[in-house]
């Protein structure tokens, strides 16, 4: 069993999605704060990035938030984690989010969300990012994406072996039980990234 004390979490921001997320997100951050996981985000002051740091703080864990300076000046900032640590730039906040993580989970999310999923199965094909990823794909939300990722590897624009990078979870307890049960990638893999 893997041991886990962090678990980076992508999500939404939005706040004009259905109940059935935020209860997702919820879920989930409680499970987190039970096990004494940390929680790694991007300290998002909206959506289920709040929520799921609520939960985990309203149920006793802890939350480190990692954020552009851009959007502190903004005010899109979480008030209330336990850490907030900000950078310089987008790309050092998702590089640093990954640091400090021992495994992935991507709730369902825009542009961002899927934008930072991709990338780190991508960092993970290479090699260069070797913990769990865990799709929740609550409500069926990634149908879509997971359908376009086996096409990918269907039409040989993706090994095989590489299908093996992400698993899916359908709830909050089994994305945590995924996390606690999926291999570390093996560095070998990086003679297989390309195609």
Known sequence: MNQIQSICVYSASSTKIAPVYFDAAHTLGKLMAEKQ????????SLGLMTAVADSVIENGGEVTGVIPRFMVDQ?????????LIEVESMHERKSLMA???????????????????????????????????????????????????????????????????????????????????????????????AV
């Open 75 to 83: 005010n899109w900032h979480h008030t209330g984690l336990t850490q």
């Open 99 to 193: 640091q400090l993580s021992d495994a992935v989970i991507a709730l369902p999310g825009g542009c961002g969300t899927l934008e930072e999923l991709l990338e780190i199965i991508t960092w993970k094909q290479l090699g260069l990012y070797l913990n769990p990823i865990i799709i929740l794909n609550t409500n069926g939300f990634f149908d879509p994406l997971l359908a376009m990722l086996s096409k990918a590897i269907d039409e040989n624009f993706m090994r095989q072996q590489h299908g093996d990078i992400w698993k899916v979870a359908h709830t909050p307890q089994e994305a945590i039980d995924l996390v606690y049960s999926t291999p570390r990638w093996d560095e070998s893999v990086r003679k297989f990234a």
């Open 37 to 44: 996981i940390r929680l790694v985000n991007g300290a998002g």
